[in-house]
């Protein structure tokens, strides 16, 4: 989804209202184009003059999450950051502990256990983010410092 009406049309084809609220939080995800953090977000919408209370961005986002619109990361600063979500379905996250840049990862654990190990529970879903730091980060931590 690269543009405000495919947003649009996805958000009514799930049932939900497309407030001017919303209009404006998709219009800077799209224009923020990355990784946000809800305050980021909320920064964006009040710089072009929209009056919206930061709980209002983040029962958004929450919303906008919760069907599948948003991908939703907590990164190694325990705070949340969004994106639209781009990915043609499940996936994870490998997030650099140090510059802090988000990737996705196509394995799934939960596709290598076994029922037992799920202790039968059924309609299983999963969340996971891997924590580490990326190439760059070990890189630039190896360089000797310039004195």
Same mark, same amino acid.
């Given at each position: 989804? %690269?543009?405000?009406?495919?947003?649009?049309?996805?958000?009514?084809?799930?049932?939900?209202? #497309?407030? =001017?609220?919303?209009? $404006? !939080?998709?219009?800077a995800?799209?224009?923020? +184009?990355?990784? /946000? /953090?809800?305050?980021?977000?909320?920064?964006? $919408? #009040?710089?072009?003059?929209?009056?919206?209370?930061? &709980? %209002?961005?983040? =029962?958004?986002?929450? +919303?906008?999450? &919760? !069907?599948?619109?948003l991908?939703?990361?907590? =990164?190694?600063? +325990? !705070? /949340?950051?969004?994106?639209?979500?781009?990915? /043609?379905?499940?996936?994870?996250?490998?997030?650099?502990? &140090?510059?802090?840049?988000?990737s996705?990862?196509?394995?799934?654990?939960?596709?290598?256990?076994?029922?037992?190990?799920?202790?039968?529970? %059924?309609?299983?879903?999963?969340?996971?983010?891997?924590?580490?730091?990326? =190439?760059?980060?070990?890189?630039? +931590?190896?360089?000797?410092?310039?004195?």
């Amino acid at each position: 989804m %690269t543009d405000l009406a495919e947003l649009e049309q996805f958000l009514t084809g799930k049932g939900c209202k #497309l407030t =001017r609220h919303r209009r $404006v !939080i998709l219009q800077a995800l799209l224009d923020l +184009a990355g990784w /946000s /953090s809800a305050r980021e977000i909320h920064t964006y $919408v #009040l710089a072009r003059n929209h009056k919206v209370n930061f &709980s %209002t961005i983040y =029962r958004n986002l929450d +919303a906008l999450t &919760s !069907i599948g619109l948003l991908c939703r990361v907590e =990164r190694a600063d +325990a !705070i /949340s950051y969004y994106t639209l979500n781009q990915a /043609s379905g499940h996936h994870h996250h490998l997030i650099c502990k &140090s510059c802090h840049r988000i990737s996705e990862l196509e394995f799934c654990p939960l596709t290598q256990m076994d029922p037992q190990t799920l202790q039968n529970f %059924t309609e299983v879903e999963c969340k996971f983010d891997l924590y580490g730091f990326c =190439r760059d980060c070990q890189e630039k +931590a190896q360089e000797p410092n310039a004195d």
